[in-house]
């Protein structure tokens, strides 16, 4: 068993409490003030923190925005520029296929001779039909010449009956026309 002897004088008793309460009281205030401070500077990290990633965020996304609208642009041109290559390609493969007799104009401008005078063309199919006049035979001979010479044309029918005059000599010529010579460019 013990037993404790207090010989402490009851002010003093009184003073060491007042002091103990004191020093536990400025204990835990000064403990709840760390833990006050703690937890401020961690609101304000976090706020800190989350302020940047949020502008972050809103920085990537009007970037990411702007990137957006640029590829729908490119995207746009894309298939712009895709139906314009497919245009080009059908408008090639008809211009490849496309006969065009505004061709011959040129060819028969080199055969002609002067004193002849073509009045009307006509065409149908590859035959290409030729009306017109010639001041003398000579002349006429010579246009019959120059076509049956010229490499594109085939098949020249110029009737006999144009011979019989010298002079004002009105004829009909028809000739084909080979199909490689209205795709070229003469």
Known sequence: MKTLLNLLPE????????????????W??????????????????????LDFQLKSLTTSKAVQNL????QVTLDTYQKRFKEMNTT???????SDNHFSFSQIFPL???LIP????????STKNYTISLIGKAEK???????DKNLKEASCLKNIDAPLSSLFSQENIEFTINFE????CLKQKL
């Open 137 to 143: 035979r000579d002349q006429f001979l010579s246009l």
């Open 114 to 121: 002067e004193g002849v005078v073509i009045d009307q063309v």
């Open 67 to 70: 990137n957006n609208t640029k």
């Open 28 to 49: 835990q205030f000064f403990l709840v003030f760390v833990l006050e401070i703690l937890y401020i500077s961690i609101l304000v990290s976090s706020y800190i923190i």
């Open 108 to 110: 028969l401008d080199t």
């Open 177 to 180: 026309i080979k199909k490689e």
């Open 88 to 94: 080009a390609d059908v408008i090639k493969k008809i």
């Open 11 to 26: 002010e003093n008793k009184k003073e060491i409490e007042k002091r103990t309460r004191l020093h536990f009281f400025l």
